[in-house]
């Protein structure tokens, strides 16, 4: 009897996920499966959902898949965005300018603006979105304060175990590790010796910022205020945009940082304003004015990513990982989080067709559909994924004046941003979806899941 033969009973089984983490991915991919009527449960470590006090904008890749995700995650977006600019009229360009320049003229700074697509960029407060988001998810499928330790998986048959630091236990037949950048299900499956899951310091800091729109537009004016813009210097970059419906300017100022870190070390500590003020003491009037606006005592982020050693496999078996658990990037090109929304499409529409092959009573056993599914997974995304990942390492020396293609040349520095950011917002979403599907039906059908993920 053959391997698939000897699980034609299971068909009829339903089956259960396990998402390690309610982050921006994992809320996401939960509320996906639940309207494909798919088992999960969240496990999150901390005692409520939570994001941090500030911005994240979401291109247009990423409100595309939300709408197809789940078209409430789409008016939940709505709900809490800023539109860029006036919002009768929205401005759907990204505005770079030259942060050096000395000029008062505010339209002399701007070097070039970028077409984002209609409402192309969409930006808001994160806790107003996470709040948002949990509407759409029933507490009953959520178990909070459990911090996954390890879990282990029994190969082909019966459940997966998840052990959390609390001494208790769950059971899932499959494991989605949304657990973002400091990932334990991504360390767990790519095994704690391998440098591929741990990420590494960019030697990059982030300091992040809220400023009171009405401070904001009285120092700048209302038209630098209410619209999104990039500052570009040498070894630095500065960059705004509005959120909580333009009642607040998102600051996020990015500079060097020469001190060594590594995985254990915290990824933010309490910045100061002086350090951002000093650091771009000799720029133009604009930035200077916005660290001025500064309140004394910021976030300070240190922004590690998986560039150094990318993950050589998404999944194994029935256990996967998602979102910054599978690729953490640089936040340089603001699409971190919209890259993972892709993923969660892709997941949800795997998910729904191992739904469909249990349905049909196909061959398959559901414990070899749902490690075709993440094979599938693994085919389509890792590549799309560890390309953004590098762009986005590569884009901040753009910016800052530092990469020895573009330099100083604003046209050439340009065209570099222009075709990378069009990679990012205009992905052929239904082309992946195609793929996916093709690679699920191709992995289920034969033996072409690479021994290294069974
Ligand atoms: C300065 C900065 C600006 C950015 N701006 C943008 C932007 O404008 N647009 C954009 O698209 N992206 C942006 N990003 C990237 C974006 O923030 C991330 O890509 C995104 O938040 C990742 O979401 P996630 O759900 O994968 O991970 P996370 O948000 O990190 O969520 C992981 C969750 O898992 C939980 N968890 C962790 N370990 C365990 C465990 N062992 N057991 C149980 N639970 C666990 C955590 O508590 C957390 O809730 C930015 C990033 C930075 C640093």
New binding site residues.
């Given amino acids: 009897m053959s391997k698939k033969e000897s699980h034609s009973t299971s068909h009829e089984e339903q089956f259960e996920i396990a998402i390690?983490?309610?982050?921006?991915?994992?809320l996401i991919l939960a509320i996906g499966l639940l309207k494909r009527n798919v088992k999960i449960t969240i496990?999150?470590?901390?005692q409520s959902?939570?994001e941090i006090g500030?911005?994240?904008?979401?291109t247009a890749n990423?409100i595309q898949c939300m709408r197809l995700i789940h078209p409430g995650i789409v008016d939940a977006l709505k709900t809490v965005a800023t539109s860029n600019g006036n919002p009768d009229d929205p401005n759907d360009y990204l505005q770079f300018a030259d942060g050096f320049n000395q000029k008062e003229d505010e339209e002399s700074k701007i070097i070039f603006k970028l077409y984002a697509g209609y409402r192309g960029f969409e930006g808001c407060h994160r806790a107003h979105l996470l709040d948002e988001l949990v509407k759409l998810v029933p507490d009953n499928v959520v178990r909070f304060c459990?911090?996954?330790d390890h879990y282990v998986d029994p190969g082909d048959e019966g459940k997966l175990k998840l052990y959390f630091e609390d001494g208790s236990t769950a059971e899932a037949d499959a494991v989605i590790g949304?657990?973002?950048?400091?990932?334990?299900v991504r360390r767990i499956l790519l095994g704690e010796e391998n440098p591929a899951s741990y990420p590494t310091y960019s030697h990059k800091s982030?300091f992040?910022a809220l400023i009171p729109m009405d401070r904001a537009a009285s120092a700048l004016g209302d038209e630098l205020a209410r619209n999104q813009r990039m500052h570009l210097g040498p070894s630095a970059h500065l960059l705004h945009f509005p959120v909580a419906h333009q009642s607040l300017l998102n600051v996020?100022a990015f500079l060097d940082d020469s001190t060594e870190r590594s995985y254990s070390s915290r990824l933010s500590e309490p910045g100061s304003k002086q350090e951002v003020v000093q650091a771009f003491a000799s720029w133009g009037p604009t930035v200077r004015t916005i660290t001025n606006l500064l309140d004394d005592e910021m976030d300070k982020?240190f922004?590690f990513d998986t560039n150094d050693h990318p993950a050589p496999k998404y999944a194994s078996g029935r256990v996967c990982i998602?979102?910054?658990?599978a690729h953490?990037?640089s936040?340089h090109h603001?699409?971190?989080?919209?890259?993972?929304v892709e993923d969660a499409l892709a997941l949800s529409r795997l998910l729904e067709l191992v739904t469909e092959s249990m349905e049909k009573g196909g061959r398959a056993s559901k414990q070899e559909a749902l490690t075709a599914a993440f094979a599938a997974f693994d085919a389509v995304r890792r590549e799309r994924t560890q390309w953004f990942v590098g762009s986005s390492r590569m884009i901040c020396n753009v910016y800052e004046l530092n990469n020895a293609e573009t330099g100083n040349d604003m046209d050439k520095i340009y065209e570099e941003i222009k075709w990378r950011s069009h990679k990012i917002w205009h992905f052929d979403i239904d082309g992946m979806l195609r793929q996916v599907e093709d690679q699920y039906k191709g992995k289920l059908d034969g033996d072409n899941i690479p021994k290294s993920m069974l």
Wanted: one cysteine or more.
């Fill in positions: 390690v983490g309610g982050g921006i991915c994992g496990y999150e470590q901390s959902f939570r500030a911005g994240v904008a979401f990423a459990k911090r996954l949304c657990d973002g950048i400091k990932s334990k982030a992040r996020v982020w922004i998602a979102g910054d658990a953490a990037a936040p603001g699409a971190g989080a919209g890259i993972g």
